[in-house]
């Protein structure tokens, strides 16, 4: 049971021409998992004042600073503390009979190497994975009123951030093949400086003529970006107790593990819009804007979005007066075009390796060569959208409902392209293809009872789908850097790929009359589809018999709010859901394997054993030799996907507003409250399947690799008691 800290504190102060605000606040919380907890110190004030009538000027400032201990827990590394908890036997003992703590040395039946790697609680106490974040955000504005509805406004906003991060693993605390513990000690080291500032430019005019409204604004804007990063991975520190840089044996140089980078970019825009609207009943607003980025290349840097939206209240129309029934009924429309830079920095150029050697008689010379292609004509990525509503509220607003309909496409994805190999390199930046959103969400309020006792709801649900239109010239799929995935024409994108299972080998007959994976299929072990009808069961190449194993992206979601305020009494429910949504499971990759190197699931026990014995024709043999176990651990298929739908009541709120305080303060409120209170869910691949419905850091393709669980940190049970004063 942990006890986190939350404090806010705020001072306000209001006069005729000056307005003020400081917010201070601290937060504290210990970690769900050993050795892990968070702090943030964070303070805010903001400053408006009024020189006269036509000037006002203003000042916010936000500095912030963060300290993050988590242990890394994930099977992202070796040194995840539940991946390895998951993985260890259960019959391991933490110590060993000499009160020295245990290590875990397994030999796979399959091969010649050695696992190693300390146990889960040798990792928590002893490794350091700690990030230290400063922020400081600045803004200030000037604004002018030279007329009558001409505002003239300047703003710039400023952000100054830092991150520390530092990584010590020592040599009894690692993860290593073919080199038991204790082993090599490793540390990283990162300081990261980002500076940020926008300039922000409007003129914004506003004219009534009679029923007619209008407001017309137009301006520019100014950002700039800068990145100064610096990494440093070392391994063999002579002694554990000293990890600095100058105890390493061996500090990595080049590609990703030390190096140091500097890296911008800017954006310069130009934008305008039109809002109008006549009796306040018919609406539209047009604008359009030119973005011009640094991150393209010179024939493409600049990007024009034009969008017009429309809507129609037909409630305040005459013939709607008459009845009772409806008390708002409101049309919209909108079409707009939008686009997207998010590719990094400098892919359109044709970059330098400046570590490349050459061998000149006897001598080794220092080089330089080009490394990547560049790519002048690589642009904006656009996206064309239309949306279309409907907002209608009922008997006197006691029943509201909100639907949206949209659809949008994405064309001149920003991706990374394959190249042939006789380039000499192997991909470079481009504009390709075209992918298909849609979907139709649903948000339904109601006022249950009124009075005393006054019971409210709000529920939603959406529904989302994407279609992968077209790739790069004669491409119709691409696959996920952890060939996990695949991104195909005609299909969802970063959907799971793999093999399909189909029991196992029952006995001679059954191996003799089915297709084979080449030297490694024997009975008992899992048999898979031979998708491509050849008789062979392959991966990778022509003859590919893997298939699309399952989708990370749920049919629908939803959530439901319910309120009840009885007198001085508040409580709340809030749910939220997904459903149809599928997770692939890391861990299983090594606990239903029979390498007889890491722990089983309990279901494994019901594997294979004999032809007699044929369990429960889902999980296969023990290793029988030639490999076959390799099929298990490596071969991904369709066993290892897991459907992921859930219900979580997420949170659970009960309120007291305390009497007759008026004379000390504005109001005074008691509250208790649970965050994470159950989850409804058949997901078997861990214990919540929120961990990782987003990418997480399986490979670089973003949401063309997401939906893997990679058993990451846990999402933990909060409960909270607190008070909220207002003076």
């Known amino acids: 049971i942990f006890f986190p800290q939350n404090y806010n504190f705020t001072i306000t102060s209001n006069t005729e021409k000056l307005r003020s605000a400081v917010v201070a606040g601290f937060f504290k919380q210990d970690g769900v998992v050993l050795n892990s907890d968070y702090e943030r110190f964070s303070l805010r004030a903001n400053l408006d004042y009024d020189i006269s009538d036509r000037v006002h000027i203003g000042f916010n400032v936000a500095p912030s600073y963060i300290i993050d201990n988590v242990p890394r827990t994930d099977g992202t590394r070796g040194e995840g503390i539940l991946f390895n908890a998951l993985h260890t036997w259960p019959i391991m003992p933490i110590y060993n009979a000499d009160g020295t703590r245990t290590t875990f040395n397994r030999l796979p039946a399959d091969t010649g190497n050695i696992f190693s790697y300390a146990n889960w609680l040798t990792s928590a106490e002893q490794i350091t994975n700690e990030t230290k974040d400063i922020n400081l955000l600045t803004n200030a504005f000037l604004e002018y009123e030279p007329i009558e509805g001409l505002t003239i406004k300047t703003t710039l906003n400023a952000e100054l951030y830092n991150r520390r991060y530092e990584f010590f693993s020592p040599t009894t605390a690692t993860y290593r093949i073919n080199n038991p513990i204790p082993t090599n000690s490793e540390a990283i080291w990162e300081d990261r400086n980002d500076f940020s500032w926008l ?5 914004n005019y506003n004219k009534s003529f009679g029923e007619h409204n209008f407001s017309l604004l137009g301006g520019f804007t100014f950002q700039k970006f800068r990145r100064d990063f610096s990494r440093v991975q070392a391994q063999n520190f002579a002694d554990d107790r000293l990890p600095v840089i100058q105890g390493a044996a061996d500090i990595n140089r080049g590609g990703n593990q030390t190096f140091d980078e500097i890296q911008e970019w800017s954006l310069v825009s130009f934008l305008s819009r039109l809002t109008y609207n006549y009796k306040g009943k018919y609406l539209l607003t047009a604008a359009v804007r030119s973005d011009g980025s640094s991150r393209f290349g010179s ?14 209240i037909a409630s305040d129309e005459d013939f709607m007066q008459n009845q009772e029934t409806f008390s708002l009924v409101k049309l919209r429309a909108s079409y707009g075009v939008t686009g997207n830079n998010n590719i990094g920095n400098y892919t359109q150029y044709a970059l330098i390796n400046n570590t490349v050697n050459a061998v000149f008689g006897n001598d080794l010379a220092p080089g330089s060569a080009v490394n990547s292609l560049s790519n002048t004509n690589l642009g904006w990525e656009t996206t064309k959208q239309f949306d279309a509503g409907l907002d209608v509220s009922l008997l006197n607003d006691r029943l509201s409902l909100v639907y949206d309909y949209y659809t949008k496409n994405t064309t001149n994805l920003l991706y990374n392209v394959q190249v042939a190999q006789e380039s000499g390199f192997n991909e470079f930046s481009d504009n390709i293809g075209e992918i298909k959103f849609w979907g139709h969400e649903f948000a339904l309020n109601t006022i249950n009872t009124t009075g005393k006792f006054r019971w409210t709801t709000s529920a939603n649900i959406s529904f989302n789908r994407n279609v992968v239109k077209s790739l790069a010239d004669g491409i119709d799929r691409v696959y996920g850097n952890s060939g996990w995935h695949i991104t195909k024409v005609g299909e969802p994108f970063g959907q799971f790929y793999g093999h399909l299972s189909d029991g196992v080998y029952l006995n ?11 030297g490694r299929s024997t009975v008992g072990s899992i048999k898979l589809v031979d998708v491509n009808g050849d008789g062979v069961i392959t991966r990778g190449g022509d003859d590919d018999d893997r298939a699309i194993t399952g989708n990370p992206f749920p049919d629908f979601t939803y959530g439901i709010t319910n309120t009840i305020k009885y007198g001085n009494w508040d409580f709340s429910v809030v749910g939220t859901g997904s459903q149809g949504n599928q ?5 299983l990759f090594s606990t239903t394997n029979l390498d007889g190197v890491f722990n089983l699931l309990k279901d494994v026990e019901n594997r294979f054993r004999s032809v007699e014995n044929p369990g429960d024709g889902f999980y296969g043999t023990t290793v029988g030799g030639g490999n076959v176990t390799g099929i298990e651990r490596d071969w991904i298929n369709d066993r290892f996907v897991a459907d992921a739908s859930y219900f979580n009541i997420r949170n659970i709120t009960l309120g007291f507003t305390l009497g007759g305080v008026e004379r000390y303060f504005k109001s005074a409120r008691l509250y208790a409250s649970i965050q994470n209170v159950y989850i409804f869910t058949k997901y078997w691949g861990g214990p919540n399947p929120e961990i990782s419905v987003q990418n997480n850091g399986q490979g670089d393709g973003g949401n063309l690799e997401s939906g ?5 940190y846990p999402v933990p049970r909060i409960v909270s008691v607190g008070l909220n004063l207002n003076f």
């Not at 300039?199 to 003129?203: H, K, L």
């Not at 001679?508 to 297709?515: C, I, M, V, W, Y």
């Not at 893997?708 to 990451?712: R, T």
């Open 299 to 312: 024939e493409n840097r600049w990007g024009t979005f034009p969008s017009v939206s429309a809507g129609w």
């Open 508 to 518: 001679q007959e059954d191996l003799d009359t089915s297709p084979q994976v080449p």
């Open 199 to 203: 300039n922000e430019n409007t003129v």
């Open 708 to 712: 893997v669980d990679i058993s990451g």
């Open 583 to 587: 997770l692939l499971v890391r861990h």
